[in-house]
């Protein structure tokens, strides 16, 4: 195929060298309508991107509570208990009282009000 066939890119055709910036102009010229095309239609719809609201973080942060809370009660146990040699006593003990925790954060988050 020769460059003058249909479907062909000339490649260097801006740079006298013979470089590619021919093709480097062309992508940001594409890359700058594209973003200002984004932006209109941002603009016209309202669905600009936005952060989540408070009550969605604090959701996520309750459930981050209820599971790391247990787990990591969990694996402190099962680690003691391998260490000791006190199997399941502390492996439940632990559980326990990282259920206790998880709960008593869960209530402190509950206690703050979203906006």
Not at 49 to 61: F, L
Not at 66 to 91: E, I, N, Y
Request: cysteine-free; charged content about 20%; hydrophobic content about 40%.
């Amino acid at each position: 195929m020769t460059a003058n066939e249909p479907g062909q890119d000339p490649i260097g055709t801006d740079n006298p060298d013979g470089g590619n910036s021919g093709r480097d102009v062309r992508l940001s010229q594409l890359d700058a309508r594209l973003k200002a095309a984004a932006g209109v239609e941002q603009a016209r719809t309202g669905t600009a991107p936005r952060k989540p609201d408070k009550g969605y973080r604090q959701g996520s942060r309750v459930l981050a509570e209820l599971v790391a809370g247990p787990a990591g009660g969990a694996l402190l146990g099962w680690f003691l208990d391998r260490l000791f040699g006190t199997a399941p006593w502390l492996l439940l003990v632990m559980l326990i009282l990282g259920i206790i925790v998880a709960f008593r954060n869960i209530y402190r988050i509950s206690q703050q009000r979203p906006e």
